[in-house]
């Protein structure tokens, strides 16, 4: 009888304990994975650029993906097509993405600083939620007030841009 409560006590205490840990973990989802590291590593020798990749073979309907072959069932497709089931999600919010963005850093940043994601990698880091430079720690939002001419839209666009691409590439957190 002893024995039975012990061990009744025990899973109660187990399950408090889970609870615990799992309501201090973040909310979010996503591995830590870098998406276009992964990319690069197991798509790009088929597909090429993903940016390329989706602009050319993907559609966007009411908001979801379409593949040219495969239109109504994509994220199903994917998860038969050369990606761990666990990072489908990623990718394919990935490339919605990046269909829903036209290519102005390609065309308008990529010639001095390569891709967004080589870019973000190298230069850029998150302090705390802010997405920031790594040299002077300075926010990218202000860096941009005087760099190339840019207008306050222009700014909110590679902000929003850049946040994005060092979300999806895991950027270090300080
Ligand atoms: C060995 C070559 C190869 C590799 C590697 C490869 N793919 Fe593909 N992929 C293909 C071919 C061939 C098709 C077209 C087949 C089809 O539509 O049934 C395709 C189609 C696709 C499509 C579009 C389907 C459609 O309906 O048009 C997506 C999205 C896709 N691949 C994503 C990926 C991702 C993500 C990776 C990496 C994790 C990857 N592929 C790796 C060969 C490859
Ligand atoms: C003609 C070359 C050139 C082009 C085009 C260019 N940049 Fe830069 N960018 C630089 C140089 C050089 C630096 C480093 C200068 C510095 O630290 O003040 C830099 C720094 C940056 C930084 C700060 C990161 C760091 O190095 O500390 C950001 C963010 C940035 N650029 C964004 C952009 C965006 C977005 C575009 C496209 C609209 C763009 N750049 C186009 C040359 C360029």
Redesign the pocket.
């Known amino acids: 009888m002893v024995r039975f409560k012990q061990w009744e006590f025990f899973k109660l205490f187990s399950i408090f304990m889970l609870l615990i840990v799992g309501l201090s973990m973040p909310a979010s989802s996503s591995s830590e994975t870098d998406l276009h590291w992964l990319w690069h590593d197991r798509c790009a020798d088929c597909h090429g650029h993903s940016s390329d990749f989706a602009q050319k073979y993907l559609r966007v309907r009411d908001g979801s993906l379409l593949g040219l072959h495969h239109v109504d069932n994509l994220p199903e497709f994917l998860h038969n097509h050369y990606l761990p089931g666990e990072l489908v999600d990623e990718v394919y919010a990935l490339l919605l993405a990046q269909l829903n963005v036209p290519p102005r ?1 390609k065309n ?2 990529s ?3 390569q891709t967004a994601a080589v870019f973000a990698r190298a ?2 880091d998150f302090q705390g939620d802010v997405l920031s ?3 002077t720690g300075q926010s ?1 939002a202000n ?2 007030k005087r ?2 001419g ?1 207008t306050d839209a222009d700014i909110l666009f ?1 902000v929003e841009l850049l946040d994005r691409v060092g979300r999806e590439v895991k950027l270090p957190v300080n």
């Open positions: 850093f308008e940043c010639g001095c600083h230069k850029l430079t790594k040299k990218v860096f941009l760099h190339r840019l590679y």
